[in-house]
């Protein structure tokens, strides 16, 4: 069965950084692209970065049971398609999802079992010079993000992992580690530890 991997963050904190390195850098993850009913921004390509549908069609796959979580932030809706998972059992890998502390409290519930990692910044003035360095946000947004994450942060204790993002080497390599670790788990193991034990029993 895959292994869910649940990644969230407050806006900034170099969490898409670290996802990319995360899926580049370590065989059998799949991302699961979410949807949004938010316009692309910048550079950002339907399909790579997110899903692209409106609100109508968004709330009709609401109703019709679609997606394993979704949230509405800053009043544009966010969702993860059930198919995700199933693409990540038919093809034998785990499940990278990279969703906010609603999505990640949703889906805990129903997938007790998956991972849940919280990323964020050294200190609310690193943050604030990570989202003035992305030069996206007006003056306005980058305080309502500042104000979302003290909300987001306190929330860390509902989270397997808590990963303080210094620096991109080492907190990509951290990441890695976790991913690593949690498929060493016996309880993950017991599949393919069955047979080596058979080995021994046939003498």
Known sequence: MAIVFI???PSGSGKSTLVHRLLKETPGLIFSISYTTRPARGTEKEGESYHYIGREEFEQRIAADEFLE????FGNYYGTHRGAMERAGREGADLVLDIDVQGAA??????PEAVAIFILAPSRAVLEKRLRARSEDSDQVIERRLRDAALEIRNYQAYDYVLINHEIESSAATLAAIVQAERARRSRME????PILETFEER
């Open 191 to 194: 599949a393919q530890v069955r």
């Open 106 to 111: 949703q889906l805990k519930k129903k997938i």
């Open 70 to 73: 979704w949230a509405q932030v």
């Open 7 to 9: 990644i969230s963050a």
